[in-house]
């Protein structure tokens, strides 16, 4: 099993920046992708951003240019950036973690991120 915790969710401005964070735990081992996925209300949850281990990354297009996706193998930690946020960003934001070997993902509890006008 692995254990995903996100921080660093909240309120802020449109325009403005937040940074989330997700810690790994657990059996970690051949992880190969984690990443971010948000569900807004009545939607369903969509990719964000997402980064292999090899740092190989991938970005909706509605957040190219203003999210950017790190990754620490060695602290087994993965970070969203955001940056120039708008209100359509407001959604409950998801740390993933994939292992391909045997196609298994698991999720963190989710981080609120809300965006004013």
């Known amino acids: ?10 309120l802020v401005q449109a325009g403005g920046s937040l940074r989330l964070s997700c810690a790994a735990s657990g059996n970690i081992f051949s992880i190969n992708d984690m990443g971010w996925y948000r569900q807004a209300p009545g939607k369903q949850r969509e990719l964000v951003a997402s ?11 509605s957040v190219k240019g203003r999210f950017t996706i790190s990754r620490d193998n060695a602290e087994n930690t993965v970070n969203l950036q955001m940056n120039s946020l ?32």
Do not use: M
Request: charged share 15%; hydrophobic share 25%.
């Open 86 to 117: 708008k209100p359509e960003d407001t959604a409950v934001y998801y740390c993933n973690a994939h292992r391909r070997v045997t196609l298994s993902s698991y999720w963190g509890q989710g981080t609120q991120v809300t965006v004013s006008s």
């Open 1 to 10: 099993q692995v254990h995903l915790v996100e921080s660093g969710g909240g």
């Open 51 to 61: 980064i292999t281990f090899g740092g190989g990354t991938t970005y909706a297009d």
